[in-house]
């Protein structure tokens, strides 16, 4: 079953002594914490960061999902498909996509799903918190011997969404940060890393 939706969110990277105040101030447990994996893919080349998009499989509590996120004048466009644990191993080992509607939006910008390939793990431990008409979402993620921190702030609607978590973050004392997404963030270390 695969579905279409608009993501609307707002991010902010914070530092440790931030993500500890944010944790007071949302009043969350350590067991409200839960662990998800996002395997990423693209071509060697980089093609699908090149177009602004993603691919990932996310693994949490046993379940697979596969992601592929596009532009969209709202904010992102995501195309959801569900994968069973061997169909994501195999896409893991192969790079070859078992979602018809995601291997026909990957083609229509113009890339060829036979150059897909898996280039690795991102951990995150993450809690969800309602606040005020959104979802506040702590996230604490690894990868490549990195680690970071980020506030996230889902809402569906853009104007009263920022001006939430804008108030949010001067409350708090945090500065506003320009956030990458994680998959950019993931990318770039990796491109950082071939490099060095």
Known sequence: MSNKNIEIEFKNMVNREEF???????NIRSEDFSEQENHYF???????KAKGSALRIREKNGSFELTLKQP?????????????????AEMIRTGKIPAELIIRSIKELGIETDKLQYFGTLATK???????KGLAVLDHSRYLNKEDFE??????????GELTFLNLLKQ??????KTENKIKRFYNEKYRQQKD
């Open 20 to 26: 500890s105040s944010l944790i007071d101030f949302f």
């Open 172 to 177: 708090l004392n945090i500065p506003v940060r």
């Open 42 to 48: 693209d071509t060697p080349d980089f093609l699908l």
């Open 126 to 132: 993450r809690a969800e918190k309602e606040y005020m």
């Open 151 to 160: 506030l996230e702030y889902e809402v569906d609607n853009r104007n009263e």
């Open 72 to 88: 969209h004048p709202e904010g992102l466009l995501e195309t959801n498909e569900n994968l069973t644990e061997s169909e994501a």
